[in-house]
């Protein structure tokens, strides 16, 4: 464990120059990839998951509570050249943190199978000083970072926000029901 100490130590430490860290490891794992058992690889998910949203959420937590689970999914993509692309995928949300934030994993897989499946996630927070849903959406492939804030809008929920191009964005969950919704992702650039 000596060398994996020293390399965390050094990068947190060009990092953080003005403060002062130490950090100790522990554990049964071998810091080879090889040779790890499948439950260590797994330890971060296992602690990341939480049962439920936190009790400090109250009534909060029921907007996006509802949508907790795995869904099929069946998406259309209207391109910037006016032409329209389909593929079936899946959605996964989930409570983590303690229940203090949802997380979302949102997959599309190509029709004919010989193409990687496209993969992204955010992650939910309810920021209690601005009364608003914070969300971080994250997909590496693309490069691409993205962040909408809102809440519930009557018997939608309505995320707003700006692209990496700074084109104006609309994420809405729309009819939402017991075994249905429809999301919408609304670009505008004036």
């Known amino acids: 464990m000596k060398s994996r100490r020293g390399a965390v130590l050094w990068i947190l430490g060009a990092l953080a120059t003005t403060s002062l860290l130490s950090l100790a490891f522990g554990g049964t794992g071998s810091t080879s990839g090889a040779q790890k058992t499948p439950d260590l690889r797994q330890a971060m998910i296992t602690t990341l998951s939480a049962p439920g949203p936190h009790p400090s959420l109250g009534d909060e937590a029921r907007v996006f509570d509802r949508l907790v689970g795995t869904w099929d999914c069946d998406y259309t993509f209207f391109l910037d050249d006016g032409s329209v692309r389909h593929s079936s995928g899946e959605l996964k949300f989930g409570w983590i943190i303690d229940g203090r934030a949802l997380q979302d994993i949102w997959i599309s897989y190509s029709k004919d199978g010989t ?68 999301w919408r992702g609304e670009k505008s650039r004036d």
């Open 115 to 182: 193409k990687e499946r496209s993969i992204g996630t955010s992650v939910r927070i309810f920021d209690k000083n601005s009364k608003m849903w914070r969300v971080v959406f994250v997909a590496p492939a693309f490069g691409s970072v993205i962040t909408v804030q809102g809440g519930a809008e009557g018997n939608r929920i309505v995320l707003r926000g700006v692209d990496d191009e700074g084109s104006m964005l609309r994420w809405s969950f729309n009819g939402i029901q017991a075994g249905s919704f429809l």
